[in-house]
């Protein structure tokens, strides 16, 4: 199957919309530049990660500087671009939700946001669905590059899905996050990996920088995971484009040696969706 680069644009949020899109284009080329095929922004790359501004940055496809600027830019780099997630409305609601672009410019599909982040921590009372709606869907987005699927934040937590996107074909699972500094540091790469582990393939985790002072402290650390559950790429809590190398050969390497999809017990654990 070969192999690609990736790279992550782990980038600073803003209170000002057009400069956040300004940085997310900026670091896209050149990821680019340096090679990268397929490149990922954050969760809420367009926005700070509060109430207030999901409703007020929400755009409606496909009408919004926020598309314009995702799909102009991924036919300006070339390259396949998984936009993250921006807050989206439609019909009334808002969602999380990842838009993905090819090197056309022209999109490829979206995903929103399945499980809502509705928290009590210690420090952090936080509610997504005091103003966003959950999406009810899965998709796969097939590329010259391997099939990707996208799980948003919170979504890593729950196994279920990333079975059931590895079922649809996903080889590589992007999960655009805005993880915080209170679960980051004990469950970020936990996670990652064993989603990774768990269904024998890449799991790409991609976060803003960390922002000391603000509403919403992000905990950074974007990683990339290979199937064996190793970490193969990791960056700190500072900005920068983080990039590694995917070979593709590998899942079927692994799968062959421990060939856990071929032995699951369907007559005894079905999966539902």
């Not at 099939?147 to 992007?174: H, M, N, S, W, Y």
């Not at 990774?196 to 992000?218: C, H, I, K, L, M």
């Amino acid at each position: 199957m070969g192999s690609f680069k990736i790279g992550i644009c782990q980038m600073r949020v803003t209170e000002k919309k057009r400069e956040n899109l300004e940085r997310a284009r900026t670091m896209v080329l050149k990821a680019a530049q340096a090679g990268c095929q397929v490149v990922v922004l954050p969760e809420m790359f367009n926005c700070p990660y509060t109430h207030a501004y999901f409703v007020r940055f929400a755009e409606t496809y496909p009408h919004g500087e926020t598309f314009e600027m995702l799909g102009h830019t991924a036919a300006g780099a070339g390259v396949y671009l998984i936009g993250g997630s921006i807050p989206e409305r439609e019909n009334g609601r808002v969602y999380n939700t990842c838009f993905v672009y090819g090197p056309d410019g022209r999109l490829l599909g979206r995903q929103r946001k399945v499980h809502l982040f509705d928290v009590e921590l210690e420090s952090l009372v936080f509610r997504e669905s005091d103003t966003l709606s959950p999406g009810n869907d899965l998709e796969v987005f097939h590329t010259p590059f391997g099939c990707f699927g996208v799980a948003i934040c919170f979504d890593v937590r729950f196994p279920e899905l990333f079975r059931a996107l590895t079922l649809k074909g996903a080889q590589i699972i992007v999960i655009p996050a805005a993880f915080n500094t209170i679960t980051g540091p004990i469950h970020w790469e936990l996670l990652l990996r064993a989603r990774a582990v768990d269904n024998q393939v890449f799991t790409v985790g991609a976060g803003p920088a960390r922002e000391e002072g603000s509403e919403y402290v992000y905990y950074g650390h974007s990683m990339v995971v290979n199937p064996w559950s190793e970490v193969i790429a990791a960056a700190d809590e500072q900005e920068t484009i983080l990039q590694a190398e995917i070979d593709l050969d590998l899942i079927d390497r692994i799968r062959n040696k421990l060939p856990l999809l071929r032995a699951r017990r369907r007559d005894l654990v079905s999966l539902e969706f």
